[in-house]
C-alpha cells in the first residue's frame, strides 16, 4: 500500500473518530438533560402522592365550586 493511500486512509478514520466523539458528547449532554427531567419529575409526583394522602386532590386557587354555568 502506498503511503499516500496509508495517509489517506488515517486522516479518514480520525476525521471518523472526531465525528464519533462529537456525537457521543451530544448523547451524554442530552442524557443528562434527560435525567434531570426525570427527576424532576418524580419530585413533583412525589408531592401530588403526599398531597392526596393528606387531604385530597390538590385544587385551584379558586375553590372547588362549579362554573357559573351549571
Do not use: V, W
Not at 486512509?9 to 435525567?35: K, M, Y
Not at 401530588?48 to 362554573?67: K, R, T
Request: hydrophobic share 30%; glycine share 4%.
Amino acid at each position: 500500500m502506498s503511503t499516500e493511500r496509508l495517509q489517506h486512509r488515517i486522516n479518514e478514520l480520525e476525521s471518523r473518530l472526531a465525528f464519533q466523539d462529537d456525537t457521543l458528547s451530544s448523547l451524554n449532554d442530552a442524557l443528562a438533560a434527560q435525567q434531570r427531567s426525570i427527576l424532576q419529575l418524580e419530585r413533583s409526583i412525589e408531592k401530588l402522592i403526599e398531597q392526596i394522602e393528606e387531604g385530597g386532590y390538590p385544587s385551584a386557587e379558586a375553590g372547588d365550586e362549579p362554573p357559573p354555568h351549571y
